[in-house]
């Protein structure tokens, strides 16, 4: 999957009218306001173009809407789009960000290879530049993103998004050209991950996402990868793993990839665990047949993970991290594992099979107890786990919980910071107490009501008193119909919170 863009950042003196460049994308607040010096200029060249489509009510300024208009050899640019921005007084820092994945989408979908963004000027008194170049970056990133690694011919072939210039004429270029490279990072990492999560379940089995990530671990710095296969897992009783991945001729894998910073960290150790079921008929407890084609999107939590720690290596941040990926491929057969089965997990704890489609928390109980064992100070995993957390809130948010109060909040200003939206949920002592079995530790499912919460609970019993929280992205992981700012397929749903979050923490040890 080729993603082709360089971002780069023009100084004050360049002029909207100016700018010679297939696509100029400015923003329009939906309230009235009086438009900067640089707008009324642009306005004039183009005969009142941008006036008129508003006063006739062709163009709002509603988030997520754009209008195109063409520069008639009037202005530099061939085309100009005017992107919502909502309501002045609501704009947030993910406004910036889903302004720029607007703009990209656009440019992407109209073919074209160069597209100048103006910061709107409102952005430069009411958020930091940094944080401002950041987002625009993601978003760009974000927004030019498709899927078409299989595609060989035909309408659906496009070209690159290969330039965009970012026009600011602030007095904190520095911080907003500091910002775009961080965010490029992040991008990247985003489009890596969403790359890996579309491929299919016969192109990525457990053994084929493992060679990934000994190929991420090789190329990237300070990165170092350990890979247990089906024998090791037997010989460290990894039963979770073992029991998921019996019904497939491919075997399981366990990933556990460390990041460690130039120099003695200060800051908690943080493990960054991820569900990577790369195909889910739900085993014996088979899943019906309907959108069953969705399931290879079972693997996007661990993968965000890989995606993650590749951008906290490429950002140098100043934390011990692990990323632990417990990967099979949930299959029915004659060796499957079975309703009724007593499964001894790497912990020690028995869980009592009730589903094999609750197989998810199968695998994590493994990965996390072994990240205790590596003495993590900070738990935070990752799964796209029950239904029952898409039931509760659509696909819009992802389900948060957790034993910290502390790491909820951060993981909350994460979310907010990031755009990718979370809602806390419970997972206290009465929904662990819907999890103990009569005839082992615990069963592995918790019944109809409150799966996400139970779910929650089970997961729990594995972190000990270490610091922990649990993101259900089973909502928010892909995307079935295409919209103005996202593309079919996977959204890669946590690698911007993660990331954001381990910058927060880094920048907190300053």
Sequence with gaps: MKQIIKVELKTKSAKLTDCKTQILAIGHFSDTQKPSPEIIELCKKLGGAIEDVVKLGDFKGKTGTSSLLYGNNRIGAQRVLIVGLGEKSKAT???????????????????????????????????????????????????????????????????????????????????????????????KAQSYA?????RPGNVI????????????????ARLTC??????????????????VGSGSKTPPRFIAIKYSPKGKSKLPTVALVGK?????????SIKPAQNMEQMKFDKTGGIAVLAA????????????????????ENMPSGTSYRPGDIVTTYSGKTVEIENTDAEGRMILCDALHY?????????????????????????????????????IKQLEDAAESSGESVWELPCGDEYA??????????????????????????????????????????????????????????????????????????????
């Design 276 to 284: 990577a079921i790369t195909f889910d008929s739900g085993g014996i």
């Design 226 to 243: 350990k890979v247990f296969d089906e024998k090791q897992l037997s010989k460290m009783g990894a039963g979770g793993i073992l029991a």
């Design 93 to 187: 820092i993910d406004t910036v960000r889903q302004a720029a994945v607007l703009a990209a989408n656009k440019a992407v979908s109209l073919k074209v290879k160069t597209v100048a963004l103006a910061i709107h000027k409102a952005f430069e008194t009411r958020f930091d530049s940094e944080l401002v170049g950041q987002a625009t970056a993601e978003g760009i990133y974000f927004g030019s993103f498709r899927y078409d690694e299989y595609v060989t011919s035909g309408e659906n072939g496009r070209a690159e998004l290969l330039t965009v210039d970012v026009i600011d004429d602030s007095s904190n270029l520095k911080r907003l050209a500091k910002g775009l490279a961080t965010g490029t990072i992040i991008g």
């Design 371 to 407: 990240a205790v064992e590596q003495k993590c100070d900070v738990i935070i995993d990752i799964a796209t786990l029950t239904g029952a957390c898409m039931v509760a809130l659509g696909t819009h948010k992802a389900g948060l919980m957790g034993n910290d109060e502390k790491l």
């Design 433 to 510: 107490d819907d999890m103990k079995s009569k005839i082992a530790d615990l069963h592995n499912s918790g019944g109809r009501w409150g799966g996400a919460c139970t779910a929650a609970a089970f997961l729990r019993q594995f972190v000990g008193d270490k610091k922990w929280a649990h993101l259900d992205i089973a909502g928010v992981d892909n995307v079935e119909k295409p919209t103005e700012s996202k593309a079919v397929g996977a959204t890669a749903f946590g690698v911007r919170l993660m990331t954001t979050y381990l910058l927060n923490l880094a920048k907190s040890n300053k």
């Design 309 to 328: 720690i590749k951008a906290a290596a490429e950002l140098k941040l100043p934390i011990n991290i692990y990323a632990l990926v417990p990967s099979a």
């Design 194 to 198: 969403r790359t890996m999560a579309n």
């Design 205 to 220: 089995n457990p053994p084929a996402l493992a060679d990934e990530a000994k190929k991420l671990a090789r190329n990237t």
